[in-house]
């Protein structure tokens, strides 16, 4: 076996798996004001952006080759309530963040996140009644947050709520609105992660988050059950379907692609980011290489790209 690996040439002749900035879809945090990066304590490296920011950021993503950006808003506690009505406010911070991509960097897809925990006051990502998450009802109130994302120009609508029914409802919505081109990327196998922890110092709902999200993401001992939510979100008219988190749930990944084969995406998630990007800043992993490592990782498990928050180390790296 080692006569391939003898030199850099030979070894690059029989590589299985590649790995390229087209690979990748970068978060970003959405904040109000202006000129604004506002560290997130728990990702270091990772800052919440001012509009203006973002639009900065996202030209940068077109120069390095970065396909596509997501988002997600930390709204100003004012702005939060029971109901999480500013999701469907049209001037809302993600709506105006898709404008601001779109002037300036045109040619980068713009995907958003469908789920209320950014504007609830109590964290969970549907309405809550008497310590329930309502399902129904809460269908009603994403495919408006939805129809508010794509008039606003948005490209890809990614529901992370886990709502049974979501995708049917929303790609209906979508079908009568005369929004046939949008594309779904469905959360589909998305897991009740302690991994999710960074990312709910940055949109804001750690503190407030009641209870857990147990009764609407998956058990983390299950893969079967991955399969039937993947198989229902792809009958329901999803385009593409994401495996969350990443690294922990590669399984979950390779069975999805292989038993599917529609496009599929991992999220290497807060955590994942935190727990590496921790080690590298403090000497114990090589940066560079572990970035890659693991981006690469995804690729062979069978993803057809990641959502990484080293999205702009890992373009520059591959540049
Ligand atoms: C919200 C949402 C979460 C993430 C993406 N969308 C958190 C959650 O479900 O609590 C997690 C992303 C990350 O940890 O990087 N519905």
Redesign the pocket.
Known sequence: MRRLRQSDWSRRMVRETHLTPNDLIW?IFVAGGQYLEEPISSMPGVNRLSIDMVGLAAKEAANLGIPCIAL?PYTAPHDRSPDGREALNPDNLVCRAIAEIKARAPGVGVLC?V?L??YTTH?H?GLLENGQILNDPTLEVLVQQALVQVRAGCDIIAP??MMDGRIGAIRSALEAGGHQNTLIMS?AA?YA?A??????D??G?KAA?SGD?KTY?MDPANADEALREVELDLAEGADMVMV??GLPYLDILTRVKQRFGAPTFA?Q???E?AMLKGAIDRGWLDGDRVILENLMSFKRAGADGV?T?FAREAARLLG
């Open positions: 978060p997600f996140d789920a925990d950014p964290g990502d992370s709520d959360y998305k992660s991994f999710y922890g960074p990312f709910r940055a949109i709902t988050l999200k993401q969350k988190p999220y998630v807060s955590g980011y959502l928050y």
